[in-house]
């Protein structure tokens, strides 16, 4: 069980450093700019670690599936401690001796991880986070730029995307690692959990784009939108289930994706808005 206490500590402390950055700033765009990094490294792992398969944890945290324990484990660096650092380092404009100094963190700590054997490297190496850790905090100063001085155009929809990838993301695997409420066998992986977790992944990031897409149109009435958008998502989960992709395992789980679809149009429409707004007070 001491693998646990190594990813909860690192749970901990990117929790504290969170709340901190929030009481100090108090402002959305902080949270934005959260989310936008946390969409943007899901992209990353979606790539790297769930088809490419650059590496394993072992957080030993979920204890029925090996790859959902590992996917667990990705979700506490690629959610919690690098968008977190990268929030971080943006909105206090902390200059590249802190970025190099927090990717030096970064590699001690997958460091020792690898020493514990509580996470094990496949073609990854420790190189690659500490070359590719800078570039990242770079980008979250521009995102962080885009969001305080955004266009209405391909930057504002990007950061939109992103920060509606992570909701999604999140709201949709969670469910699937603890309550194994469904999983989908698209037959690309022999594993049955690295198969799930990978369509899954795609599966959210088209979602993703359906509802960045119908915030955009302007529906009259408005309340057509969420009637599109239940149904729609309702008939692509029967259409999966039909020809095999996925399996759904628990009574409540189709209603729950609906309604989560429902509750992420009304969000995403009102993320939309207050991106709009800052655009408005702060026009670039």
Not at 32 to 38: A, G, H
Not at 43 to 70: A, C, M, Q, R, V
Not at 155 to 184: D, E, K, Q, V
Not at 206 to 230: D, H
Request: proline share 3%; hydrophobic share 50%.
């Amino acid at each position: 069980m001491h693998s646990s206490y190594w990813f909860f500590a690192l749970l901990i402390a990117s929790t504290i450093l969170f709340c901190f950055i929030l009481f100090k700033k108090r402002n959305t765009q902080t949270l934005f700019l959260y989310l936008t990094m946390v969409g943007y490294g899901y992209i990353i792992e979606t790539t790297i670690f769930n088809f490419l398969g650059s590496y394993d944890y072992n957080p030993n945290i979920i204890k029925h599936h090996s790859f959902y324990d590992s996917e667990l484990g990705a979700f506490f660096s690629n959610a919690l401690a690098l968008p977190v650092t990268a929030t971080l380092i943006a909105t206090f404009h902390l200059n590249w001796i802190w970025m190099v100094f927090f990717s030096g963190c970064f590699v001690g700590i997958e460091w020792l991880f690898l020493k514990l054997h509580i996470y094990t490297h496949h073609w990854w190496r420790l190189e690659y986070t500490g070359l590719g850790l800078p570039f990242y905090f770079t980008l979250a100063k521009i995102f962080y730029k885009w969001i305080l001085l955004p266009s209405r155009g391909i930057r504002h929809n990007l950061i939109l995307y992103l920060i509606t990838g992570s909701i999604s993301a999140s709201a949709h695997i969670l469910p699937m690692l603890f309550f194994l409420n469904r999983y989908y066998r698209p037959g690309w992986f022999e594993n049955v959990g690295r198969d799930s977790i990978a369509f899954s992944a795609i599966y959210y990031l088209c979602e993703s784009l359906f509802y960045c897409l119908m915030v955009k149109i302007n529906w009259k009435p408005k309340w057509i939108k969420y009637i599109l958008t239940g149904f729609f998502i309702y008939t692509v989960n029967q259409v999966l289930i039909k020809i095999g992709v996925l399996h759904s395992l628990v009574p409540w789980d189709q209603m729950y994706y609906v309604c989560l679809a429902l509750i992420l149009i009304l969000l995403v429409g009102v993320i939309d808005k207050r991106l709009s707004n800052i655009a408005s007070k702060n026009p670039s």
